[in-house]
């Protein structure tokens, strides 16, 4: 199947650790991007990232990270775990200029306690 | 990145009734996008009008675009069960930039 998956699914975690959310795609799309996903629903851009060029939304903490081995991967590392963490993390690629919009994962919900 | 708006917030309807949701964005866009999220689930890309387009079709689907207006309207007809879930629109700018709304929650009543 053609799409964009993430793992895990669910993470549990308590304050203070450093997680990482893996996300992978083989639709051949130059872009990547993370988004959180707050309990009001609101989406809000973490990164975008191509081969060129990676854009950070300076409202993002430095406690995450992306980090991408290859074009098809974007991970999401996050450093000392805070309680305001805890949201949906979606990942998601498009490809310029096709028209085709975003592809989206399925979601991470990060609960930390 | 938050700057759209849609209204309604939320909309109940009837099975079988249609259902318009409506988008304004506040500057000059490439494209105006809308998804779909069921609950706990990601988003899915449903279609996308470009800023030279007054009209498209998908389907049930039936997405209006004003530039003049920077608005957009999606209609959904004939709604169904399946259709129960929260619509987003999203507004490409020129430096390709996704704006998102806050999205309505739609919910079909059988």
């Known amino acids: 199947d053609t799409a964009v998956s993430q793992t895990p699914k669910y993470l549990v975690t308590q304050m203070g650790n450093d997680k990482s959310i893996k996300c992978e795609q083989n639709?051949?799309?130059?872009?990547m991007y993370w988004y959180k996903q707050d309990s009001k629903k609101f989406l809000k851009i973490m990164f975008s990232?191509?081969?060129?060029?990676?854009?950070i939304n300076e409202t993002v903490p430095n406690r995450f990270s992306p980090k991408s081995p290859d074009k098809a991967h974007l991970n999401l590392h996050i450093n000392s775990l805070e309680l305001g963490d805890s949201a949906v993390y979606f990942c998601a690629s498009s490809q310029a200029g096709t028209g085709s919009g975003y592809t989206f994962g399925s979601g991470t919900r990060l609960t930390v306690v | 990145s938050q700057q759209g708006e849609e209204d309604p917030q939320a909309l109940s309807i009837q099975e079988g009734e249609n259902a318009t949701m409506n988008c304004s964005y506040k500057t000059s866009i490439n494209n105006l996008q809308w998804y779909r999220q069921n609950s706990g689930r990601g988003l899915v890309h449903l279609i996308l009008i470009r800023s030279n387009e007054r009209e498209k079709h998908s389907g049930r689907l039936r997405v209006t675009l004003d530039t003049s207006k920077k608005s957009s309207s999606l209609l959904i007809t004939a709604s169904r069960a399946a259709d129960t879930a929260s619509y987003f629109c999203?507004?490409?700018?020129?430096?390709?930039?996704?704006?998102w709304g806050a999205g309505t929650k739609l919910i079909i009543k059988p």
């Open positions: 639709l051949g799309h130059d872009t």
């Open positions: 999203a507004t490409e700018e020129s430096n390709y930039q996704l704006i």
């Open positions: 990232y191509n081969n060129k060029e990676l854009i």
